[in-house]
Each structure stands twice: as structure tokens, then as C-alpha cells.
């Protein structure tokens, strides 16, 4: 419980800083160098509303709630993070209506108001309640019947089969085969003819059913105990807004409840995209989103999949030189992207696809990249994995399933010793274009990889499925080497022998001990992995168990190479260093603006590390920019700082001397410092050497051309200008700001050099 409390409020705390209840936000999968993904919320900007703290994220209903899960526990949310339904056991589906939330499990449904209240927990239920009555089908007899929201009957009877209520009235058939529209009290409203079998359990228009003599269909009046058509249709579907495609002979149309056509069956086929739209192949060979009445919102030539359902009034077609069009509802195209394939559209701009064989997030309106998954990772002490694709098609399995491998490996760079670089990536390939040892039948593997560096050794896993459906099964085995030397470490270095009998000992008993596999060592100890294969009931999952050192002492081998090397941090060799730091090779991006700042005292390391990658506080800011500036002590300490505080005097100096202009109400000396408020700190120092802030409008026409523009606060607009104008600061890739984003020692590093 307490776990979960803490989540709660981490993301609501995050939800008050980053969510803005305006715009659309829309779920987003990132998968990390330990090899595990976690999803977040990004808005339409690329700017993270809420937290990578969910194992999954769903997308966000018209009623303003979404799904989340925590491992094996799910919950629903609202835009701002809060939990509306707490955490709990992980139902088959969430389903949202306008009134309620549906937890969907193997044979019953639990149901929550909107504002997260339970309502009931219904044995069998189908869809939602209408009309204040909920249809279940038992899980026993598998017949239908109807109950309210305390769960008595809603009225006595049991039914072969059933629909839900719709205007008072549902469609049922009895035990006896006969049937029947009845009202909510269970009263016979009509009986149908006997030999008359509805094609649905529904009643469209509170009227009109489609009824099938086997071969054909035709619409039928209950009021009027009378067929509205004759038997002339191949298929009726069913009606969305009082229309239903119908196929005569050869040709679709749309026709009403009544049976009259809306539009002539015409087309080669139809179907239905929603929101009024259907989907219409022509006898040319061109595709249209046409209306009920054939006016057409967006044509097509000729197309390559897609006029797939509208999703917030969008949706797409391919084309053969491998080209996706995305078109509005309303009308005509919209936007355009080449080398794409798989969109998912998430907000009426935001499309999820893969181009360029890249997982990429995408404003359609602009086209800027709001996020894709990232290909390069920092394991510290200059040391980088970047990754790899490997993908290989392997034929079909007899059920014409296709198999083959499809997966990424990391490539490490930054190691000094060339050779023992390549030795070690070698080892990373051939060990994944390996895979684990697994029959022709199912010779397939699919997943990426995790890395760490633990102490001196370079610890890498897969993690990845192997195997298709039944048969499939995790494999997360891992690959251990000695970072100085290439050495690679196996169990037998680390341990005695006889060492899997202390170790059968301390793993829990719950599982097969040949089933734990694929150990994984670390500086803590070695955790043993439980893979589970994929079932009816359950998909492939792993469970894992840390044996610590301590727990491990009788079987340690502590005078080996392998535990030395795990307990010795990593120190590159001095002459690959820079400014004699640890953690920044000479292949960083900012090594030379991190020597020049070290070289003239202005930053400074701890324990012979710069951590390039850790934010940099306000106090850490004013104290460079005070030994920059040379600036005289100040007579006083600056309002609301602690005098003892090691920075007390370099900060006070800095607002004695009026570069803190803007920034003293809430200063925050220990507080990693955003880019907004670094660059309010740089404009005052460039007003002081004799530039002019730009006037608002002057601002606001400079930052036009930033996705995020809107998101920069109004008090920090001018600084920011101003430091573009004079190139201090650049925009991302993606065509933001990202002004309330903190700022690494490293990007500080560049920052400070313009100043010397």
C-alpha cells in the first residue's frame, strides 16, 4: 500500500507542474537501459504531463480517465494523475462508457461511477447498463438475464439469448426458442413469427430488426408485425445513427431503419469508419470517405491499406512508394509522411509510427518528432551503449505464423582500449544473432537488451521472447566482461565449487529449480530468473530473485578476478580522462567545454567525477557565475539563505551585483535550475555588458516559429530571446524550447564557455 501511495503522489505532484488541462495528452512507451519499458503522457509539444512511472498506459476515454498498470495491478486516472480507481488485481480490459468504468475479468465485471465509486460486482456482464439495466450471461448455464445496479433481477426470467436495452426495449430469445421485444419490467411487448431468426440481438430505431432466412436478409417492423424489405440482401449490418450498409447482389449502399436507400447500392464495397464516414470502393478503382448520401469528404486514386475506423476525426490511407496520407473527416488531407508504416493516431495531431525502421511519435500538424525511443545510453564513466536493429525473416511455421529474429543488441563505445572494445562488442552479436538454443519449430526471437556497468564489469541481458504463441517463453540471458581487460566472466569464476546446492537453498521453493535460469550478476550479488512459458491463462513472464553477497559469503570466491572486478569501481586510465574526471572520456560530446571550465576553476568535480549527466542547482549557477565575474563580496546575505550555507556568499554576491533580477521571489538555491531561469540569469549578464532587452512584441515574434512558445512563461519570454538572439541557446531538433526542463552539468559546461 504504501508503494502505491507514494506513486499517487509523485504523480499528482507531477500532474501540477507539467499537466495542461487543455490540451490533449496521449500515451507514450519507453523502454530504458535496464531493458524495462515504462509508458508516460506527452502533450502535442513532446513535453511530459505525466511521469514513465506505468508498466502500461492507455489512451485517454471522451469521459477524461484512462488506464494505467503497476506490474500486475491496474488503475484508472485522470488527466492530472490522480488515481480515480485505486490499484488493483488486473482485469482482462477496462472499458469507459459516458456514465461508468468497467473492469472486465474471466467471468464477472466490477463497475465504478466516473468519479471512482463502486457501483457492483456483476457475474457474466455484457456492456454497460442501459436504461438502469445491465445484461450478464451466467458463467455456469450461459443463459441471460437482467439485473439493476444493486444486483437483484431487474425482473424474473432467463433467456437463450438477449440484447441490451435500447429506448426501453431489448430483443430476447426464450429458453423455448421463441422470440421476443420486451420492456424493462419483462413484459411481452411483440413475439415474433416462428422460423424468424434475427441476425442481431438488437432493436435499431426501438422498431427495427434485421431478420435472416438463412441465405438473405431483410429489415422487419416490430410495431407492425411486418417485413419493411423482402429477403434481397446478401448482408444488412448493423445501424450506426439509423444507417446500415447493405450488399444486393453484387453492389453496396446505405440504407435507413425504414429499408429506404440513402444511397443507391453503387459501390464495389463499404465500410464503416465512424462518425458518419463509410469507407466506398468505387467501380474505377478509387476509395472515398462518402456520407450517408454519397457526398464525399476526401477521394483517393488508389490506395495501399488504411480507410481504417476515424479516430479523433483522422484517419489515413498507404500508398505504393510507401507513403502514408493522413485525411480529416470534415474534409481533404491533412498531412503526409514517407517511409512510414503501422500509424496509430493518438489526439486529432499526434500519430504513433515507424519510419526509417524507428518507433517515432509525431505531430502531423508540423511535423515535428515528439519523441521515439531512444538509441543511445550513458552507463557512466564515458562509457556509451548504443543500439542496434537485427532483423532476419526465418520462414513460417506450419500455421503460416512468420518467424525470424527481431531484435536489439547494444554496441558499446568509449572504452580506451580499442581492442578490448571490439572483443567485447563481437561477443554482444554473436551472443543475440545467437539467440537461446530453441527448436526449428519455433526459431524466433523478438525484444531489445539491458546494460549496466557494475563496478568494473560491463554487464549486458536480452530481453526478449523466444518462440511464437504456446511455446513462446522469456530469455533474459545475460553476458558479463571486464571492462580493462575484455575478459568474459562466467558463474564458475565468481563462485566455489559446488556453489548451485547453497543457492537451491535460498531460492524460494515455489518453482522447479531447473527452471530458475539466466543469472545475472551485479555489485549487490546475483539474482536468478524464473521464466515461466506463455499459456492459455497466463502470457511469458519472468520473476526474479536477488541473492545478495552476504547471503552468498560460503560460496564466494572472493580472491576471484570476477568479484574484484564487480567491487572496483571503474577508473579510466588518466591519459583518456578529461581534466582528469572519470566519467567524461575524451569521445563526450562536451569534453572540451567541460576541460576549459575545469582548466579555468570555474566548475569542479567531487571524488574524481564531473557527472555530466546530473542537473545543476540554482546556488552551483551563481557560484560559477561569481567566480566568472570576479565579483565583489556582498555586504549582506541575500535575503531567505542560510548564512552557514556553502554557497551563501557566492549567491548573495550574484544578487548584490543584480543578476538575479527576476529571479529572487521563491529562490531556490538548492533546487536544480530550469533553462528558463538559467537564461534569465544570462540575459541580465549580457544587459550589464550593453544589450537591450527585446520588447515584448519583439519576443514574442523571435519565439514564434518554437512548438512549445505558448509554454514559455510570460516573465521569462524577453531572456529567452534575447539569449537566442545572441546564440547562447539553441532550439531541439524537434523544434522546442523546452524552457521548464532542468539543465545537466554538461549542457552548462558549453553554457559557461561563452562567458569566458
Known sequence: MLKKTICAIVVAFSALIFASAASPIFPVERTDIDGVTRAGYLDETGQTVLPFVYTQAGEFAECGLAAVEDGAQTAVINREGYLVVPYTDSPVSVDFSDEMIAYRYRDHSVYYTLEGEQVGSYAGAVGFFEDGILLCQSPASGLYSYVKEDGSPAFAGEFRDAGAFSGGRALVQTTDGIYLAIDTAGSTLYTLESGITPSYMTIFGEDTIVLSNGTNQALYSLSQ???????????????????????????????????????????????????????????????????????????????????????????????ATGR?????????????????????????????????????????????????????????????ANTVHYEKFMGYQEDGTAHGWDVDFPEI???????????????????????????????????????????????VWASCISGKGAGASVWNNSLAF???????????????????????????????????????????????????????????????????????????????????ALQTPYQRPASDAVAGFADVSRSHWAASFIETVAGEGLMQGADGKFRPDETITAAEVCATIARVRTLPEAETVM??????????????????????????DGFQPEAAITRADTMQIFANLLVEQGSTLPDAAAADAALLSYADAADIPAARRQAIALCLENGLIEGYADGTIKPQNTITRSEYAKLLTSLI
Open 225 to 319: 408485425s411486418a417485413f419493411l424489405t423482402d429477403f434481397l440482401y446478401k448482408t444488412i449490418s448493423e445501424f450506426n445513427d439509423g444507417v446500415a450498409m447493405a450488399r444486393q447482389v453484387n453492389r453496396w449502399g446505405l440504407m435507413d431503419t425504414s429499408g429506404s436507400w440513402l444511397t443507391e447500392p453503387t459501390y464495389y464495397y463499404l465500410s464503416y469508419m465512424g462518425e458518419g464516414l463509410y469507407a466506398a470502393r468505387s467501380e474505377d478503382g478509387s476509395v472515398s470517405a462518402v456520407d450517408a448520401y454519397g457526398n464525399i469528404s476526401y477521394r483517393t486514386p488508389s490506395y495501399v491499406g488504411g480507410f481504417n475506423e476515424l479516430c479523433y476525426g483522422l484517419s489515413w490511407h498507404g500508398t
Open 324 to 384: 502514408l496520407i493522413f485525411f480529416r473527416a470534415s474534409g481533404g488531407y491533412f498531412a503526409s509522411l514517407e517511409n512510414a508504416e503501422n500509424p496509430t493516431l493518438l489526439s486529432e495531431n499526434v500519430v504513433r509510427v515507424t519510419q526509417d525502421g524507428k518507433l517515432r511519435y509525431i505531430n502531423l500538424s508540423n511535423g515535428n518528432v515528439l519523441f521515439e525511443q531512444p538509441t543511445s545510453f550513458d552507463l557512466g564513466s564515458g562509457i556509451t
Open 413 to 459: 563505445s568509449g572504452l580506451p582500449d580499442a581492442d578490448v572494445q571490439k572483443q567485447i562488442n563481437d561477443a554482444i552479436r554473436n551472443f543475440f544473432l545467437k539467440g537461446p538454443s530453441v527448436t526449428a519449430e519455433y526459431d524466433a526471437l523478438e525484444g531489445g537488451y539491458g546494460a549496466s556497468l557494475e563496478g568494473s564489469v560491463l554487464v
Open 482 to 564: 571486464d571492462v580493462n581487460t575484455g575478459e568474459q566472466y562466467q558463474m564458475s569464476d565468481l563462485f566455489v565449487s559446488g556453489y548451485m546446492d547453497t543457492v537451491r537453498s535460498l531460492l524460494p521453493d515455489t518453482h522447479e529449480v531447473y527452471l530458475y535460469s539466466f543469472p545475472r550478476m551485479s555489485t549487490e550479488g546475483v539474482t536468478w530468473y524464473y521464466n515461466e512459458y506463455e499459456s492459455e491463462l497466463q502470457s511469458a513472464y519472468t520473476e526474479s530473485y536477488l541473492l545478495t553477497f552476504d547471503q552468498l559469503a560460503d560460496v564466494i570466491d572472493e580472491s576471484s578476478d570476477c568479484y574484484i
Open 639 to 664: 535575503e531567505g539563505i542560510d548564512p552557514a550555507a556553502w554557497y551563501a556568499g557566492e549567491v548573495s554576491a550574484t544578487e548584490a551585483a543584480g543578476l538575479l533580477e527576476g529571479l529572487t
